[in-house]
């Protein structure tokens, strides 16, 4: 959503995205129980009643990052979606994982601290995970496969886990020095061996 400055909204959105920008930063540095929301609070330079204005706690805080990362990977499916042929599709979904790879880091680093959320909140999220990416993944390799274009002795499924444990060191670690030609290689040895021969 797009808001004018002076819009009523404005500054509860700015605010709102600052507490998750800081929040973010410090998750990532200390880890969700390193983290307080007094230390988010000063951070973003607000009062601790304002933050709660915005997050009901500190679990909402963190999911409301983990969807906006899962928000951000939703985006990359749809946008792969719109191409035509798996090739375009895996190649548009492979350059926007590496043009987005600090903010895929981010959200790779907080995923791995979900296990301090709520047994619910967590499971309902870990649902929404597993429908909104790699349920978008499947989808992807099952139209490709009604189409010839990938191999039908494997399911769908393994297409999808395949292609992402290839492409995982696109966002896993540091940045590589020779990122765009690496990317290439990666979708390369993923796509010769999963077309039909």
């Known amino acids: ?3 004018s400055p002076n819009s009523p909204y404005s500054s509860h959105d700015s605010t709102r ?13 200390s880890g969700y129980h390193g983290v307080s929301m007094r230390e988010v609070a000063e951070a973003v330079g607000v009062t601790k009643p304002a933050l709660y204005h915005h997050f009901a706690d500190k679990e909402a805080l963190f999911l409301a990052l ?3 990362a899962l928000s951000s990977l939703s985006r990359l499916i749809e946008h792969a979606q ?6 375009a ?3 548009t979904l492979v350059a926007e994982l590496l043009d987005t790879a600090p903010e895929q880091r981010v959200g790779l680093q ?3 601290e979900l296990r301090h959320v709520s047994p619910d909140r967590r499971a309902a999220f870990e649902s929404e995970y597993r429908r909104v990416w790699m349920g978008g993944l499947i989808a992807l390799m099952t139209a490709a496969a009604q189409r010839g274009e990938l191999r039908a002795d494997l399911p769908p499924a393994a297409h999808a886990r395949t292609f992402l444990a290839l492409t995982f060191p696109l966002v896993n670690g540091p940045a590589m020095p020779d990122a765009r030609s690496t990317a ?3 979708l390369s040895i993923y796509l010769d061996g999963a077309t039909p021969r």
């Open 1 to 3: 959503m797009t808001v």
């Open 184 to 186: 290439q290689a990666l």
């Open 17 to 29: 995205n600052r507490i998750q920008t800081e929040a973010a930063r410090l998750f990532v540095a």
């Open 110 to 112: 907080l995923a791995s």
């Open 89 to 91: 599709q895996l190649g």
């Open 82 to 87: 719109a191409q035509q042929g798996i090739r």
């Open 66 to 68: 983990l969807e906006g």
